[in-house]
């Protein structure tokens, strides 16, 4: 059984890591491509800190001074009292212990208070609310004989905050024309310190850099294992008519007979519709041929196991046709057979190279505007 590397996939049309500099009153974004669909953004502040639409707010939060493991005597040192917010006070008595350790305090504090969490920060004690933003607070009461233990400040209110504004996409200003432009604008100004902007998003096909507007994307990639993503039987053999059809013959040093004529031929001056598809038909013929031989020498001369799916047993049909929308655009239609009789049909378009490309993304789907050789 024969493999190779999947190298045809739709193109995902996705920016990625796009640096941009913040601009107006440090409050917007201008994307270099139309965004297709803004439910794909993603802003990262100087490069590093993902920003959501809503914005990012932080809990109300501090730590301690003292390192543990601490000794808690009861009646000097086991008592923390606080109020989450605008709710009442809450007050924990800590089970009195030697040397005991930061993450058993924690546990029961945050087992026994509500509305703020308690954790490990090395060996000192940290807490934060569950709730986020400039409405998060924690005020410590003066009596938290446990608090002055750990060493947290005592009569002193800790607030969340903003840490970042939220954002909304809008129509960027002087964008006209089929090239709509849009821009992130944040809430508010971002702080003194961020200067630049990392986006992700989707652009529109005709704009994509992935792809060059051609909808489809040459090259390889790894699954979630960490693998290249391959093909076999019915999918090899349809990669591999692809590549010796659309390559152009003497592109390969090492290897000069491998490819067609096609892109010469339809480049030259027509003459009659019908010499020109009849000499690419002949051209797409004779290829086949030789690549149904060197199938047969990989299989025969070389030991390599060929499956009876992967092996192109037979050339069916070879049709052209030409686009009435376009007359330098040609339909190469292709039928093969395999040695397990299965009947694969193929269609690609092809176009005459030009210096500019007047026919827009809206001409069928099934024409490559760019073919690569392999």
């Known amino acids: 059984m024969s493999y190779d590397r999947k190298l045809e996939f739709l193109c995902p049309h996705l920016v990625v890591d796009e640096y941009l500099v913040v601009k107006g009153l440090r409050n917007r974004v201008f994307p270099m491509r139309p965004i297709a669909s803004s439910a794909s953004i993603v802003a990262r502040v ?4 993902e920003v959501p639409s809503f914005g990012v707010d932080l809990p109300a939060s501090s ?4 390192e543990g493991p601490f000794t808690i005597v009861s009646g000097v040192s086991d008592t923390l009292r606080l109020r989450v917010g605008g709710g009442s006070w809450q007050t924990v008595v800590v089970p009195s212990g030697i040397k005991k350790s930061v993450s058993s305090i924690c546990s ?3 087992s026994n208070f509500s509305g703020v969490q308690f954790y490990s920060v090395g060996e000192l004690v940290g807490f934060q609310t569950a709730q986020i933003g400039k409405d998060a607070t924690v005020f410590i009461h003066s009596a938290s004989t446990l608090a002055t233990l750990l060493g947290i400040p005592l009569n002193r209110e800790y607030r969340g905050k903003r840490a970042f504004p939220g954002w909304s996409v809008v129509s960027a200003p002087y964008s006209v024309g089929d090239r709509h432009r849009s821009m992130l604008i944040f809430d508010e100004p971002l702080p003194a310190e961020s200067n630049f902007v990392e986006l992700n998003y989707t652009t529109v096909q005709s704009e994509c850099r992935r792809c060059g507007g051609v909808g489809v994307e040459n090259d390889w990639r790894y699954n979630n294992n960490g693998s290249l993503q391959l093909v076999k039987d019915e999918e090899l053999l349809i ?4 590549k010796i059809i659309f390559s152009t013959r003497g592109s390969n040093p090492f290897h ?8 010469d031929q339809i480049g030259q001056k027509i003459l009659t519709g ?3 598809q009849n000499r690419i038909v002949a051209d797409i013929q004779t290829t086949f041929s030789r690549w149904q031989s060197i199938k047969k020498q990989q299989e025969e001369s070389v030991g390599q196991p060929v ?9 069916q049909s070879v049709t052209i046709e030409q686009s009435q929308q376009d007359p330098t655009i040609f339909f190469v239609n292709l039928v093969i057979r395999n040695r397990s009789f299965q009947t694969i049909p193929f269609s690609r378009g092809i176009r005459i190279p030009q210096p500019e490309d007047l026919l827009g993304s809206t001409q069928h789907e099934s024409i490559v505007k760019g073919l690569r050789n392999y």
Not at 46 to 49: D, L, Q, S
Not at 239 to 242: C, D, V
């Open 108 to 110: 029961y504090l945050s």
């Open 239 to 242: 990669q591999e008519l692809k």
């Open 274 to 276: 019908s010499v020109l």
């Open 256 to 263: 000069p007979w491998y490819g067609t004529v096609i892109l």
């Open 307 to 315: 499956t009876d799916r992967e092996f192109p047993f037979a050339l």
């Open 46 to 49: 100087n490069g590093f800190i």
């Open 63 to 66: 730590k301690g001074s003292k």
